[in-house]
């Protein structure tokens, strides 16, 4: 008897039906009953149309075009073979976040996807900031740029959707505001990773993925090769304080494979998870903490059947999203903010005050030149005292 094809979910990509030699996505994850009965409902209409092709618009003239989901399987299946696992992650991100909003229209051709789709979708967000908009707008239209370049389809459908133009973040921290930052941190491995950043200015994701074979400790610096490095084209070499130099070393010691800062679980740091424990902490700073209900970790251990654990783990999840928008939402009124990124400009002020010239502290920072200290660095301009010291040659 011939296999009846019927929709079947693969982690971590959504819902999708084989036919033949050509697997079809139907819908988009997480594995639930609503994304369940949604793949359905396209997998009917999906057999309908290949039932009775007269009648099916996929038969029209753009019988050649793709399914928006279709483009964006390729794309990621591209993304994720040529491109680094943080860009793969990015644009899955988004994409995810897109293909949620659109849910069954997912089956639409590429063609018929309108720039209004994208529109409303990054509307609705209002929470984001314009620059959170623009690069949710690159994510999902990129797909269909590329798929346009590479002939998968003739033209992309959202090449005019117009981006927010970027904004730059306002870093006003200063070495007493660390100070006071540090002081409401108790755990050794956040305290490690924002000591370390502190005091070399390296980028965040330089931190994140420092490793023992990095780790020149006779040389007083780390050497991150150039397939490691952000651009991948130069050795980004990231010269270490007396300070930092004995948090990694002591790091070193403890792990010497993988990477060297890990959270309290044992695990290294996640980007989302560093803006979770900074908003955290600016809503303990601000007394607000009672605002928010107490959520004890999942414990897996007090399930013995698999299909109860499953369900209990679904529901707290749901809730930890819940307690995170509330953090979230707390954190955004408090007047001052802090990112990881704050600590590689404080780094570049407080050397330029310290009266490094600007290709010393470039060089530090890993720019091949001051153009970039010059542009993204003007935090000085509004230090008066430090100027008025200046002219006057102090």
Known sequence: MAHQPKPFFRTGRGWYVQLGKQQIKLA?????????????????????????????????????????AEVFDKFLDWCQKHRSVRTYEWSKGHIQAFCDYLKSSLMMSAADLRPFHVVEWVDGKSTWGANQKRGAIVAVTRPFNWAAKLGYISASPVRAVEKPTATKRDSNVTPADFDKLLSFVKDEPFRDLLLFAFEVGCRPQEARRIEARHVKLEQFRIEIPPLEAKGKKRWRVVYMSDRALEI???????RPTGPLFLNIDGEPWKAQAIVCRFQRLLVKMSGAEEK???LPRFNHRKYSDPVECKAAKATHQRKLVDLRKK???LARQNKQRYAMYDLRHLFATRKLKEGHDPITVATLLGHKDTSMLARHYQELTKEFDHLRKAVNGG
């Open 292 to 294: 928010l209900p107490r």
């Open 28 to 68: 988009p994850g997480p594995e639930t009953s609503q994304t369940e009965k949604v793949a359905w409902n396209a997998f009917h209409t999906l057999m309908a149309e290949r039932a009775n092709p007269s009648s099916s618009p996929s038969n029209s003239a753009n019988s050649a075009t793709l399914s928006v």
């Open 327 to 329: 953090r979230a939402a």
């Open 248 to 254: 990694v070393t002591r790091l070193v010691a403890l």
